[in-house]
T-cell receptor
């Protein structure tokens, strides 16, 4: 049973560039959430996708956008990168139960460095 | 005041010790509580999941939730060097889709 897979594992970009991160959820899961984790901090919620739509969003600017595909996989896009966007980006999948996500299962993350 | 707080540590204990990790929170609407273990530069791994107040045991791990005090705990019995990691608590209310995480506590179990 494949868990949550993310690609790439590492990425180096320069300020102003754009980046796309990818996630495949755990088998049987239909909901994908994205989190940003700065060094020494807990994960911060970016947004959640369910049925190919953004269902809830955290306190992140519009430079952060996403997409969910019919096979439940998801992408996170970040435009106009800033130095402060350097972080571990985590994808978490879950199963929607009556409009709520229960347990979150995380991938290994994408380490993004912005120079 | 942050919504979820944890002592950042590092917490160092000898192998075999009982470890107590704690989180406090301010939002009385939180109903779902989870503990994650995270090794360096890896994704968090779900350890325990509890709903509302009470205790839950799974092997060497016990999770406790005291909603009246807005306080949750994770106990690790017979700690092992492989338990050395950062432990994150996470919680949410009945309606939101996002889990709010604490900053994590770094644990070192010394052989």
């Amino acid at each position: 049973d494949a868990g949550v897979t993310q690609s790439p594992t590492h990425l180096i970009k320069t300020r102003g560039q754009q980046v796309t991160l990818r996630c495949s959820p755990k088998s049987g899961h239909d909901t994908v959430s994205w989190y940003q984790q700065a060094l020494g901090q807990g994960p911060q919620f970016i947004f959640q996708y369910y049925e190919e739509e953004e269902r809830q969003r955290g306190n992140f600017p519009d430079r952060f956008s996403g997409h969910q595909f019919p096979n439940y996989s998801s992408e996170l896009n970040v435009n106009a990168l800033l130095l402060g966007d350097s972080a571990l980006y985590l994808c978490a999948s879950s199963l929607d139960l009556q409009g709520r996500s229960e347990k979150l299962f995380f991938g290994s993350g994408t380490q993004l460095s912005v120079l | 005041q942050k919504e979820v707080e944890q002592d950042p540590g590092p917490l160092s204990v000898p192998e075999g010790a009982i470890v107590s990790l704690n989180c406090t929170y301010s939002n009385s609407a939180f109903q779902y509580f989870m503990w994650y273990r995270q090794y360096s530069r890896k994704g968090p791994e779900l350890l325990m999941y509890t709903y509302s107040s009470g205790n839950k045991e799974d092997g060497r791990f016990t999770a406790q939730v005291d909603k009246s005090s807005k306080y949750i705990s994770l106990f690790i019995r017979d700690s092992q060097p492989s338990d050395s990691a950062t432990y994150l608590c996470a919680m949410r209310d009945n309606y939101g889709q996002n889990f709010v995480f604490g900053p994590g506590t770094r644990l070192s179990v010394l052989p």
